[in-house]
Antibody, heavy 121, light 110 residues
Framework: QVQLQQSGPGLVKPSQTLSLTCAISGDSVSTNNAAWNWIRQSPSRGLEWLGRIYYRSKWYNDYAVSVKSRITINPDTSKNRFSLQLNSVTPEDTAVYYC???????????WGQGTLVTVSS | QSVLTQPPSASGTPGQRVTISCSGSSSNIGSNYVYWYQHLPGTAPKLLIFRNNERPSGVPDRFSGSKSGTSASLAISGLRSEDEADYYCASWDDSLSGWVFGGGTKLTVL
């Protein structure tokens, strides 16, 4: 059974960097059969895909156009986890953030527990 | 403004059949699969339908999906009170090179 455990601060100041980590159990961040995603949810914007990483003999990433200039998703193979960094945050980045596995780079089948991140001074 | 368009709300009485629509374009629904997720407040979204009309194990056959051209729909038959939730459609967008979601439909069971 795949489990994703998120960690990171729930409060970030405007203009600073939001950082979250997702620890994977029951699968490998380096698997050739999945992609590892970050998705956020807010009342005003609904579900919004932020980006993904996946390994197919080498690492690949894709990022949403809306955050492409501010986002980095990195794997940590030594600890079997992956991370999200979102720079220069504003109150509009306030949301519940989820790490999510996409099986076969396809359906989002396993989700982390969600982390409410509030951007406020 | 979401790339995929869903009605903001839908409703039905127990036992009824309801459908939720999702409209896109040739770069997403028109050329890629559609997925449906159920989101209950305070929980993580749950995969309901993948690749247009396939159900993961454990999802009741009351839930079904279909796609035609650049539109898709989710049907829920034999409506139950526990189906009250937000429903989102999703698809890969070739022009954006990313996943796109609908704005979500809040289903109320009257």
């Amino acid at each position: 059974q795949v489990q994703l455990q998120q960690s990171g601060p729930g409060l970030v100041k405007p203009s600073q960097t939001l950082s979250l980590t997702c620890a994977i159990s029951g699968d490998s961040v380096s698997t050739n059969n999945a992609a590892w995603n970050w998705i956020r949810q807010s009342p005003s914007r609904g579900l919004e895909w932020l980006g993904r990483i996946y390994y197919r003999s080498k690492w690949y990433n894709d990022y949403a156009v809306s955050v492409k200039s501010r986002i980095t998703i990195n794997p940590d193979t030594s600890k079997n986890r992956f991370s999200l960094q979102l720079n220069s945050v504003t109150p509009e980045d306030t949301a519940v953030y989820y790490c999510v596995r996409a099986m076969d780079t396809d359906r989002f089948d396993y989700w982390g527990q969600g982390t409410l991140v509030t951007v406020s001074s | 403004q979401s790339v995929l368009t869903q009605p903001p709300s839908a409703s039905g009485t127990p036992g009824q059949r309801v459908t939720i629509s999702c409209s896109g374009s040739s770069s997403n629904i028109g050329s890629n699969y559609v997925y449906w997720y159920q989101h209950l407040p305070g929980t993580a979204p749950k995969l309901l339908i993948f690749r247009n009309n396939e159900r993961p194990s454990g999802v009741p056959d009351r839930f079904s999906g279909s796609k035609s051209g650049t539109s898709a729909s989710l049907a829920i038959s034999g409506l139950r009170s526990e189906d009250e939730a937000d429903y989102y459609c999703a698809s890969w967008d070739d022009s954006l090179s990313g996943w796109v979601f609908g704005g979500g439909t809040k289903l109320t069971v009257l």
